[in-house]
């Protein structure tokens, strides 16, 4: 029987199958030996071992067409990533890394400020504002007083749709307010450290109409860009990937070279100082890695 990996925990995995049950599965051992783990996402297909209980194997997973590493999900048509514009601070530098990652893993990114109804929003307005420059889509919401719920629901509709983010930014709560029902668990931002708690422990997919999914993540706090040399990071920054051939030199990489027209268009308030900052951090990073 057909069906697709919803929630995974502890070597366990949900099957919502064909027939309109969900069956907990464990994966065979195949899949163990050629090291291959099933992901939330994936469609597969199902041996039934008890019927009265809903217990089963998973049996083969079918192919996907896209998977991601953190989150680890599969079968994505988009992802949301949520930040909030207060309590906590957003953290552009660890924003820039998911982006990255996100255009590594060719996927489409939608990035959503939530909290506008906090005061920070104001001090922080122009610098979100910077993402739209850099050709992202950005929202602007507050789960709370449900502002720019609408227009999320418009991108969500008819797509499967990854919501990650840091713990305490919302997503759980942005959740609620998109399908009630769902009762997403949420939680206060620890007033001692200014982070949130993480509230969601493990993927989900969860349906929020017909055709349209959700996969609902755990926060993070730390996101690695290592994947990659040094000289291919102005690829996945886009607004900086267009001027790919056009510098003095050919081969520019945007940090120190005479002629550049990324740090012009940077001077010129064409390209985001903050992300630009970013990408050059980031770049250092890898430059150094690779020493080692």
């Not at 990255?100 to 939530?114: D, G, L, R, S």
């Not at 919401?141 to 305490?168: C, D, M, R, W």
């Not at 920054?237 to 001027?243: N, Q, S």
Request: aromatic letters at 10%.
């Amino acid at each position: 029987m057909q069906g697709k990996i919803i929630k995974g925990i502890g070597g366990f995995y949900y099957v919502h199958a064909e027939d309109g049950q969900e069956y907990e599965c464990r994966a065979k051992g195949i899949f163990r030996n050629k090291k291959i783990k099933p992901l939330v996402g994936d469609n597969v297909i199902i041996e039934v071992l008890d019927e009265l209980n809903n217990l089963g194997n998973i049996v083969e997973i079918l192919p996907r067409f896209n998977a991601l590493i953190r989150p680890a999900v599969a079968n994505v048509d988009q992802t949301v990533v949520i930040f909030a514009v207060s309590a906590p601070e957003p953290n552009f530098n660890l924003l820039d890394r998911f982006l990255v990652n996100m255009e590594q893993a060719e996927v489409n990114t939608v990035i959503c400020f939530n909290k506008i109804d906090l005061a920070g929003f104001d001090k922080c307005r122009e610098a979100c504002a910077s993402y739209e420059k850099s050709g992202y889509k950005v929202l602007y919401i507050s789960a709370g007083t449900n502002t720019g719920i609408e227009n999320l629901n418009e991108i969500l509709h008819g797509k499967t749709t990854v919501f990650a983010g840091p713990s305490g930014v919302g997503k759980s709560s942005t959740l609620n307010a998109i399908k009630p029902e769902a009762m997403a668990e949420t939680g206060n931002i620890s007033e001692k450290i200014k982070r949130g708690k993480h509230t969601t422990r493990h993927s989900e997919l969860i349906c929020i109409y017909d055709d349209t999914y959700i996969m609902d993540t755990p926060g993070f706090s730390s996101l690695y860009v290592d994947a990659l040399d040094a000289d291919e990071l102005k690829d996945y920054f886009p607004e900086i990937a267009v001027y790919t051939g056009k510098c003095k030199f050919n081969m520019c990489n945007h940090i120190s070279e005479p002629g550049c027209l990324v740090k012009e268009a940077v001077q010129n308030g064409r390209i985001s100082r903050i992300r630009y900052d970013n990408y050059v951090m980031l770049y250092n990073n890898l430059k150094e890695k690779r020493k080692w």
